[in-house]
């Protein structure tokens, strides 16, 4: 039998969870005092003991836990995960026969009924992400679930338990199956990537931005000097040159993205003699380019959330606007920015305010041609909006 706590809702809070919000907060029970571990099946109850929601208590850096149902019958169990895990593949039925690309989202947190635990599917592996030991403690059940739906050459896993959602570095990520080359080469919209599946906690590729890339490809890229900032592994970056990009220019900071980009260029057989990759702050580049009066006709950003660099502090709520600013200084003029932010505690208005902001500080006019969030495979739950986390926008700068 699964221990099993009751806790009692906060009035303020019943409404919400009654309507099926998914995320437990802590502020949403009166005392969380009875809980010693992580995974224990919590009942949520109301002041007069009924009973409303059943989820588990699990600690991560959005919450204490996840709702998992509203049937007070229903046992968290591997048919419980089976059932989750067999309607999310029947969601992904087509990304299943696309020839053309061979890596998605199968599972998405709360968006398909399990927060906490994603699914990523690379070219016959799948990698499991655990966002805390609550969730973890399911691993037998999960794992057994999607091992009897699924045909699989091998799987993964990353633990990113602790309240910042870091990850957890274990000797390897491999679970079961066959272990993968390292790298496997998936496919996206026909372009390669090389994925490394077991290597530190980032595989290579950001999967939610694939509609991005391919707009960037297919509409943007043509004749275009392209610069792309917080560039990563390159991926904006291949996708523009093979849209036709004059030259493409990347910019991190971090020293492995300069092999890592050159892979992916190299594995698409493209030029790299004809491509910039700089190993820099992003903000030294900026005076850099406005010392040399160096221009392009796009530019791409799409930084972390939080980042620290022996210069700077950058954090997207405080620095944005800012960051914007510098971004339409060495855009031409008719030129695009795609900007970018995959902070979830402000929505898609709040960032139109930041770059209307940063054109009207810099005394420039523009206009918004193109907005993104995140696309089909990363389900989210109507009765959490804020799980739509992406924000992309094109604008055209006049
Ligand atoms: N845009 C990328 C993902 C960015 S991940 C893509 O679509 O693939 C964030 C990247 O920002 C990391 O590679 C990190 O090294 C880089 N970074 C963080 N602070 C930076 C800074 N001040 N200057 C340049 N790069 C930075």
């Not at 099926?20 to 029970?29: H, M, R």
């Not at 918004?368 to 109507?382: G, M, Q, T, W």
Request: proline fraction near 2%; charge should be positive.
């Amino acid at each position: 039998m699964q221990k099993r706590v009751n806790l009692t809702i906060n009035q303020k809070y019943l409404k919400k969870y009654l309507n099926g919000y998914p995320l437990l907060e802590k502020e949403s029970v009166k005392s969380w005092n009875n809980i010693t571990k992580e995974g224990t099946i919590v009942n949520l109850l109301d002041s007069k003991k009924r009973f409303i929601a059943k989820g588990y208590y699990g600690k991560q850096n959005k919450g204490y836990g996840w709702v998992l149902t509203l049937n007070e019958k229903e046992k968290i169990d591997k048919p419980y995960f089976s059932h989750k895990i067999s309607n999310a593949i029947k969601y992904r039925e087509s990304f299943f026969k696309d020839k053309t690309t061979t890596a998605f989202r199968l599972f998405n947190s709360e968006g398909d009924g399990v927060g906490g635990l994603t699914i990523d599917y690379f070219n016959s592996f799948y990698m499991i992400t655990w966002y805390s030991l609550g969730i973890y403690r399911f691993k037998d059940d999960i794992l057994n679930a999607l091992k009897s739906q699924v045909k699989y050459k091998g799987i993964y896993q990353k633990k990113r338990f602790d309240s910042k959602g870091q990850y957890i570095d274990d000797t390897t990520d491999f679970i079961c199956g066959k272990e993968a080359p390292s790298p496997i080469i998936i496919k996206e919209n026909s372009v390669n990537f090389a994925i490394y599946l077991d290597d530190g906690a980032m595989v290579g590729l950001f999967l939610d931005q694939r509609e991005v890339r391919k707009t960037i490809r297919d509409k943007y890229a043509k004749d275009k000097s392209v610069l792309n900032t917080f560039s990563y592994t390159g991926a904006f970056s291949v996708f523009a040159s093979l849209g036709g990009a004059k030259k493409t220019t990347s910019v991190d900071l971090a020293k492995r993205s300069l092999s890592k980009t050159k892979e992916q260029f190299n594995i698409n057989n493209i030029d790299i003699e004809k491509q910039d990759i700089i190993v820099q702050d992003v903000f030294s580049y900026f005076k850099y380019t406005i010392r040399k009066d160096i221009k392009f006709d796009m530019v791409i950003v799409d930084p972390p959330s939080f980042a620290r660099s022996k210069k700077h502090t950058f954090s997207v709520a405080k620095d944005y606007v800012k960051l914007l600013k510098d971004i339409v200084n060495i855009t031409n003029k008719g030129g695009t920015i795609v900007a970018s932010t995959n902070y979830s505690n402000f929505n898609m208005n709040k960032f139109k305010l930041f770059i209307d902001r940063a054109f009207k500080e810099s005394n420039r006019k523009y206009k918004i041609e193109k907005s993104f969030s995140l696309p089909k495979d990363f389900r989210v739950s109507p009765k959490f909006k804020e799980g739509d986390y992406l924000k992309v926008l094109f604008i055209n700068c006049i």
